[in-house]
C-alpha cells in the first residue's frame, strides 16, 4: 500500500513568489492534515481538511490556504513569501474520525525562502 | 490552551542502555497522548499512543504510561539499538480538535554502537 506521497521534495523561492503543495494520502483516507515544521517553532499544525471540508486550522495567517479536492487529494498554497516561511511542511492523512491523532505522515516538501 | 513539553536533547547512550524521555503536558478536559518518531530523511511515524488515564502504550519494545495525576507520559525502552537512533515527539490530541496535534519539540536520540 503506497504511503502519503509529497511533491515536490525540495523546492527554493525568492521573497514575495507563492507556492503550491501537493499530497496524496494513503488510499481510502479521507483526512488529510498539514503541519510546519521549523527548528525554531518545532511542528504547528496549519489545517485540516476531511471530505473536502476545512474541519480545522491552526493560527497561521491568511498567505497560508488550502483545499482538498474529491479524490482527497489535498494542496496547500503560500503567498507572498516570507523568509520565516522556509520550513519542511508534512502533510498526514488519517483513516477515520475515530482514530484521532493516528496519522501518517509524508516525508515532507522542504521549502527555503531567499 | 495546550502544550506539550519534553526534555531537550540530544540524549547520546551507548547500545544497550536505557532509555527514558520525560514528556508532561497541559490540557483541557481529557486528551490522547502519542509518541511519535521521525527517523532521518523520513516522516514522523507514530510509534505508541494512550486515549485515557492509566493506559499503557507499548511498541517496538517501547513503552509509556498515561499519567494524569502528574500530566505526563514518559516514553522509556530497556535496552536500546543504534537504530533507535532518531527524533522522538510527544504529542497530544484534544477530543475536541480532531486531528490537531499539538507537538512537543522533539528529542533527538543518538545511540552509538
Known amino acids: 500500500k503506497a504511503g502519503v506521497t509529497q511533491t515536490p521534495r525540495y523546492l527554493i523561492k525568492t521573497r514575495g513568489q507563492q507556492v503550491t503543495l501537493s499530497c496524496s494520502p494513503i488510499s481510502g483516507h479521507r483526512s488529510v492534515s498539514w503541519y510546519q515544521q521549523t527548528p525554531g517553532q518545532g511542528l504547528q499544525f496549519l489545517f485540516e481538511?476531511?471530505?473536502?471540508?476545512?474541519?480545522n486550522k491552526g493560527n497561521f495567517p491568511g498567505r497560508f490556504s488550502g483545499r482538498q479536492f474529491s479524490n482527497s487529494r489535498s494542496e496547500m498554497n503560500v503567498s507572498t513569501l516570507e523568509l520565516g516561511d522556509s520550513a519542511l511542511y508534512l502533510c498526514a492523512s488519517s483513516l477515520a474520525r475515530d482514530r484521532p491523532g493516528e496519522l501518517f505522515f509524508g516525508e515532507g516538501s522542504r521549502l527555503t525562502v531567499l | 490552551g495546550n502544550s506539550v513539553t519534553q526534555m531537550e536533547g540530544p540524549v547520546t547512550l551507548s547500545e544497550e542502555a536505557f532509555l527514558t524521555i520525560n514528556c508532561t503536558y497541559t490540557a483541557t478536559g481529557y486528551p490522547s497522548l502519542f509518541w511519535y518518531v521521525q527517523y532521518p530523511g523520513e516522516g514522523l511515524q507514530l510509534l505508541l499512543k494512550?486515549?485515557?488515564?492509566?493506559d499503557k502504550g507499548s511498541n517496538k519494545g517501547f513503552e509509556a504510561t498515561y499519567r494524569k495525576e502528574t500530566t505526563s507520559f514518559h516514553l522509556e525502552k530497556g535496552s536500546v539499538q543504534v537504530s533507535d537512533s532518531a527524533v522522538y515527539f510527544c504529542a497530544l490530541e484534544n477530543k475536541a480538535a480532531g486531528n490537531k496535534l499539538t507537538f512537543g519539540g522533539g528529542t533527538r536520540v543518538l545511540v552509538k554502537p
Open positions: 494512550a486515549t485515557k488515564a492509566d
Open positions: 481538511y476531511f471530505s473536502e471540508t476545512q474541519r
